[in-house]
């Protein structure tokens, strides 16, 4: 069973960065990908970005293409989501995901992840 744990979230202007981490264990072995989704409030939960974790490759939410950052430490198995130029509408409970059965063409469905962290509240005011 994988265990996912996030931490980073906080309060924040417009405009300011904020750093998401999410730390795994528990059979993370076999893992295909990880990744972060947001819920706001009254939406349903949402695809940010994830990593396909043989490759390494990094897929992103066009939404927030150009200002998010996703990395990876593998030796962790942990992945980290920087934030910057921050508007209110990315004001959500972020969630870090992770799967070990998924396929590539699947990875931005939210459906397909199987294990979930608690979520990390991220609130950007103007």
């Known amino acids: 069973q994988v265990q996912l744990v996030e931490s980073g979230g906080g309060s924040v202007q417009v405009g300011n960065s904020l750093r998401l981490s999410c730390a795994s264990s528990?059979?993370?072995?076999?893992?295909?990908?990880m990744g972060w989704f947001r819920q706001a409030p009254g939406k349903e939960r949402e695809f940010v970005g994830a990593v396909w974790w043989s490759a390494g490759s990094i897929f992103y939410a066009d939404s927030v293409k150009g200002r998010f950052v996703i990395s990876r430490d593998k030796s962790r198995n942990s992945v980290y989501l920087q934030m910057n130029n921050l508007e209110p509408e990315d004001t959500a409970i972020y969630y870090c995901?992770?799967?070990?059965?998924?396929?590539?063409?699947?990875?931005?469905?939210?459906?397909?992840?199987?294990?979930w962290g608690q979520g990390t509240q991220v609130t950007v005011s103007s």
């Open positions: 995901g992770a799967d070990r059965n998924l396929i590539l063409s699947s990875i931005r469905r939210v459906d397909q992840y199987d294990y």
């Open positions: 528990g059979g993370t072995n076999g893992i295909r990908a």
